[in-house]
C-alpha cells in the first residue's frame, strides 16, 4: 500500500500529523526531493498556503509532477481561489443543499458556515451535501457560507487549513483524517458532452499571440471545407461559450486570467477544447515541468528549484553564467541571466517577488532552439527558431519596450533529427494529448528539452511553411473526431 506524507503548516504540526502518515512542512517537501518526491505515496497537503505560487500551491503542484496522487491538486487549488471557476457547479451542489434542507426539523432562520473534513459534514444532517461538495472539489477542509435565502444556496466555498478550526472542529478533522488516509481514494467523476461547430478565442490587441490573423483566416477557410464553422470570439463571449461545439485558445494562456476560465467551461460543458486546463496547468508553470522532466529521466539542462534560503546552491551546483527563471514566464518574458554573485542576488530578489519558487537552469547557447509541434501524440512540424541578433534568447525583450526575434526556418518532420522528434515525442506525452510545442536545444552532448508550451506558435508562412494547409486540416480534423467520439 502507498503511504501517505501529510503536509503541515509548522514543525509542531508534525505530532498530530503523524499518525496518519509520514509529516513533513511544506519548505521540507518542496526542496527534499530525495526523501519525499520518490515512490508511490499520497499527499494530503494541509499547509493551507494556496495562494498562487505560494509555497502550499507548489506542494501540490510538485506531488502531480512527481506522480503522487495528491488532495488538494493544483486545479482543485484554483477552481477554489474565484468563484468564476468554482461558480459552475453551484447550481447542482445547490440543488443537493435544498434538499438536505427540507428535511431539517428546523429550517435554519439565518445564514451558516458548513465544515467539511475530508467530505464529512461536522453537522450530520448534511452528510449528502457534503459528499457531493467533495466529489467535485476534492480539498482536505472546506468551509461552505450557506446564505439565508427561500431558495438556499451556497455563497462562496473556501479551502482551509486545520489552524483554522475551534477545539471542537480539530477533533472532528482529526477522525476524519485517520479515516481518510486508510481508505481508498476514489476518483472525481466525469463529466459528459455535446456538437459541431468551433470557437477560437482569441485577442486582436495581442502584441505577441500564438496565431497571427492570416493563420487564423486558414482556420476559417479550411474549416469551411471540412463543414466546420470557425468563429472567432473574444473574451466578452465567455456568457455564450456553450453555444459552441468545440474551442480552440489561440491566445497566450494564463491561469489567472480569462483563458483558463474559458478552457474550464468548455470542460464543464462537455466541449473538446486545446488548450484544456490540465494541460495550461502543468506547461505554464516550469517548476512542474521541471520536477515532471527529472521523474522521468529526460535530457534536460540541469535546473535547480530555489526559494529564498538555497539561492546560494546556484553558484555551488551551477557556476555562470546562469539563467533565472519565475515559473509562469512566456515568449522570454520573466527569464534573466546572472554572470556573476551580483546579478544573481539582485535578478533573484526581483523574481521572489513574484514567486515563492524560482528556477535556475545551466546557460547552453547555441545558435537556434528546435521546436517540434506535436497533436495528439504525434509530430505535426519541426521549426529552428534562431537566437535574436545579438543576444542570448529567440525573442529580446528590449529596455526600450521594442521586441526583436530572431529568424526561422521549418523543415518536414522526416527531415528533422531522429533524437529531437522522439525527445519531443516522450516529453509532450507526459503533458497530454493536445497540441503542445517542444523545445529543445541540441549540442554535442546530445538532445534537451527546454520547455514544452501549451499554447505553442502557428503563423502563416513560419510553421505551416512545410504542410501548408494540411497544418489547418489536421488540426481541425482532431477536434473533429473528437466532436464525433465523445
Not at 28 to 40: C, M
Request: charged letters at 30%.
Amino acid at each position: 500500500m502507498a503511504r501517505h506524507i501529510i503536509i503541515v503548516q509548522k514543525p509542531e504540526d508534525r505530532e498530530w500529523a503523524e499518525s496518519a502518515g509520514v509529516a513533513v512542512t511544506a519548505r521540507e517537501y518542496v526542496v527534499k526531493a530525495d526523501l519525499y518526491g520518490s515512490g508511490r505515496a499520497r499527499v494530503v497537503n494541509l499547509s493551507g498556503d494556496y495562494g498562487y505560487m505560494d509555497m502550499g500551491y507548489y506542494c501540490s503542484l510538485l506531488a502531480e509532477a512527481r506522480k503522487q496522487k495528491v488532495v488538494p491538486t493544483v486545479e482543485t487549488i484554483l477552481d477554489l481561489s474565484r468563484k468564476t471557476l468554482y461558480g459552475l457547479l453551484l447550481p447542482e451542489l445547490n440543488g443537493v443543499l435544498r434538499q438536505e434542507v427540507e428535511k431539517l426539523p428546523q429550517p435554519p432562520r439565518a445564514a451558516f458556515t458548513l465544515v467539511i473534513c475530508f467530505g464529512q459534514p461536522l453537522e450530520a444532517h448534511f452528510k449528502t451535501f457534503a459528499r457531493r461538495v467533495f466529489e467535485r472539489f476534492r480539498c482536505p477542509l472546506m468551509k461552505v457560507h450557506v446564505g439565508p435565502d427561500d431558495n438556499w444556496q451556497v455563497r462562496s466555498l473556501e479551502a482551509i487549513a486545520p489552524s483554522d478550526l475551534s477545539r471542537i472542529e480539530f477533533e472532528f478533522f482529526l477522525a476524519a483524517l485517520e479515516d481518510y488516509t486508510r481508505s481508498s481514494w476514489p476518483k472525481a467523476k466525469a463529466r459528459s458532452a455535446a456538437k459541431y461547430s468551433l470557437a477560437v478565442l482569441h485577442d486582436p490587441r495581442e502584441a505577441m499571440p500564438p496565431s497571427d490573423p492570416g493563420a487564423l483566416r486558414k482556420f476559417i477557410s479550411m474549416g469551411a471545407s471540412l463543414g466546420v464553422e470557425v468563429e472567432l470570439i473574444q473574451r466578452k463571449d465567455f456568457p455564450r461559450l456553450a453555444e459552441y461545439d468545440a474551442l480552440f485558445i489561440r491566445e497566450t494562456t494564463g491561469i489567472d486570467n480569462h483563458t483558463f476560465r474559458f478552457a474550464k467551461k468548455a470542460i464543464h460543458e462537455g466541449m473538446p477544447v486545446i488548450d484544456d486546463p490540465v494541460s495550461i496547468l502543468r506547461c505554464t508553470n516550469k517548476v512542474y515541468l521541471a520536477e515532471l522532466l527529472q521523474a522521468n529521466k529526460l535530457p534536460a539542462p540541469r535546473t535547480l528549484i530555489l526559494d529564498r534560503a538555497n539561492l546560494p546552491r546556484v553558484e555551488e551546483e551551477l557556476g555562470y553564467p546562469v539563467v533565472l527563471k519565475i515559473p509562469d514566464g512566456s515568449f522570454s518574458r520573466g527569464v534573466v541571466r546572472a554572470e556573476d554573485r551580483s546579478e544573481l542576488e539582485a535578478h533573484a530578489r526581483k523574481l521572489f517577488k513574484r514567486s515563492d519558487l524560482i528556477l535556475a537552469q545551466e546557460f547552453m547557447y547555441t545558435e537556434f532552439d528546435w521546436r517540434v509541434g506535436v497533436l495528439n501524440g504525434e509530430p505535426l512540424y519541426v521549426s529552428q527558431y534562431r537566437m535574436s541578433r545579438k543576444h542570448w534568447q529567440i525573442v529580446n525583450h528590449r529596455a526600450d519596450g521594442k521586441v526583436v526575434e530572431g529568424g526561422f526556418s521549418t523543415l518536414a518532420v522526416a527531415d528533422a533529427p531522429e533524437a529531437v522528434v522522439s525527445t519531443a515525442l516522450h516529453a509532450a506525452r507526459l503533458i497530454g494529448d493536445g497540441l503542445y510545442g517542444v523545445d529543445l536545444k541540441q549540442n554535442d552532448k546530445g538532445v534537451f528539452v527546454i520547455e514544452i508550451n501549451d499554447n505553442p506558435s502557428i503563423e502563416r508562412h513560419v510553421e505551416d511553411l512545410v504542410l501548408k494547409d494540411d497544418l489547418y486540416r489536421t488540426i481541425l480534423q482532431y477536434f473533429v473526431r473528437r466532436i464525433e467520439t465523445r
